[in-house]
């Protein structure tokens, strides 16, 4: 990988366009928050293909192509949820694909350290127990509606993490947990309580979570 790769280049862009949504979140900015936090994900879905590409071995064609399908998805979760179109359950359903398609992609990339996997699953039940309780309790005292939603994608957002484990990639391991870390955040925000600071923590997490994705290609 060159001085001048595209995986350099991107890297460097994501991360000021991510910055700058974080500033965004914190100011309540929604203005710029409606630029900056699709902007970021092409961004890091590119760094991804990149990253896919780089070198002289690639990353499997079939890895790829789920990687890509699932950053599609966060792209459409992220336009979904923004306050400007604020469509909660499509954008669930969309990250809920989305990560359908990282657990192909981990597949894909091998599960080769299965211990790992293991370790992760022990850490998502005690996430289920201690955080998915509660969210889950809440979304039904909002809407009745949102419980099987909500279960749904805290069983898929935690097969996710696993398989993402179970690769024993660095970047897949720190990507997938983010992940979780993001979305137990977000979903105690939307029905637990809400705190100052979740709306920045929830996107640095959140793109935290999509760079380790996106490297996990490399």
Known sequence: MGAHSPVVALGIAAAI???????????????????TKPTATVLIAALGV???????????????????VGFVCCLAGDIALLPAVDRFVVGLGAF????????VMFAVLGLDVWWLGVIALGGAAVVAAV??????AGAVAKAPAYAMPV??????????AVVGWATG???AVLGSASFVASDSVLGWEQFVSERRWMPVVIMVTYH???????????
């Not at 955080?131 to 889950?136: D, S």
């Open 96 to 103: 809920l694909v989305g990560h359908l398609a990282f657990v």
């Open 151 to 160: 279960r749904a994608y805290l069983a898929v957002i935690s097969v996710m």
């Open 50 to 68: 990149a990253c896919a590409v780089d070198g002289r071995e690639h990353a499997p064609t079939a890895a790829l192509a789920a990687g890509i």
């Open 131 to 136: 955080v998915g309780r509660p969210i889950v």
């Open 169 to 171: 990639r660095p970047a």
């Open 208 to 218: 935290g979570a999509l760079a380790g994705l996106a490297l996990s290609l490399l």
């Open 17 to 35: 366009v991510c910055a700058v949504n974080w500033a965004s979140r914190w100011r309540g900015s929604r203005r710029l928050e409606l630029f």
